[in-house]
């Protein structure tokens, strides 16, 4: 029954080639890993937020690899055990069979867990357009942020794949504002971040300054500086930073994460390009 369901969504996708088809296996995974949590009661102390969230609630193109969350309120005492456990049982009862790592360190802010599964290429191995090497396990690393800065907003997303289930999200200006927090502070080229950053400045979402104000303070250069973050400033720290960003390396790890289709379109990653989106936000100045 679950190799019908899963089959069927695979054709829904239509993926173009066999990475791709991997990225909606995983995705897929994704959804029920979501639904499980919903189930255990995640989303009364937490937000989902990042990547994957822009994918699957807010339809962004490029597929991404981890599940994030961010506390609404500090908890030091958070531990991912029973949500884990959930999971297990939960997909356990429809076939999915995870192995489970829990690498959360009491001494660090942020928790993170492990989910590897071959459940999926099993059960799809009969049905699945393009081969796939029988041993790889699809794996999804679960992240959440248990001293997050302060002022995210978030409100209420639903999801439809397995079951409809409600989820609670980061609204897109305070996404924003963590997206640009991670594009001024980030020690290495992640082509991830400025693939979604002309995502959204393309869909004239504003960042929240006082949420990457607080995130400034808490982490990176400018960490305890105070700094008061305005417009002006948080655009022309960005042309900064774009003039350093090596884009071959940026076009390498965005790569494989986007649909064949859209490929192409990363011959345009370059300063200039960038830069024009700069001026694009600039522009939008509230």
Not at 37 to 47: E, M, P, V, W, Y
Not at 219 to 227: H, K, L, N, V, Y
Request: proline share 5%.
């Amino acid at each position: 029954m679950l190799g019908n369901v899963l089959s069927a969504k695979l054709r829904e996708y239509a993926p173009a080639n066999a990475v791709e088809q991997d990225n909606v296996l995983q995705e897929m995974m994704q959804h029920y890993v979501l639904a499980s949590l919903s189930r255990a009661g995640l989303f009364a102390d937490a937000i989902f937020h990042g990547g994957t969230c822009l994918r699957i609630v807010n339809g962004i193109n490029r597929f991404s690899e981890d599940l994030d969350f961010l506390l609404k309120r500090p908890d030091s005492d958070f531990r991912w055990q029973s949500y884990l456990e959930a999971v297990r049982k939960d997909c356990a009862q429809e076939g999915i069979v995870f192995e489970i790592q829990d690498k959360a360190e009491a001494a660090t802010a942020v928790r993170k867990a492990f989910l590897k599964t071959d459940s999926f290429g099993k059960l799809l191995t009969l049905e699945l357009p393009f081969e796939r090497y029988h041993a790889r396990k699809l794996r999804i690393k679960l992240e959440i942020d248990t001293n997050p800065p302060a002022g995210s907003a978030f409100t209420t997303s639903y999801i439809t794949f397995p079951v409809t289930i409600p989820l609670t999200t980061q609204t897109l200006e305070s996404s924003f504002a963590l997206k640009m927090h991670a594009l001024l502070c980030r020690s290495y080229v992640k082509g991830r971040d400025w693939y979604d950053f002309v995502w959204y400045v393309s869909h004239k979402v504003r960042p929240d300054l006082a949420l990457l104000e607080h995130a400034l303070d808490q982490q990176g250069p400018w960490a305890s500086r105070r700094t008061s973050v305005t417009w002006p400033w948080m655009v022309e720290t960005l042309q900064t930073v774009i003039g350093q960003v090596d884009w071959a390396v940026a076009r390498q790890d965005v790569q494989r994460f986007l649909p064949l289709r859209e490929q192409e379109s990363l011959n345009l990653w370059n300063a200039p390009f960038f830069l024009h989106h700069a001026g694009v936000m600039e522009a939008m100045a509230p």
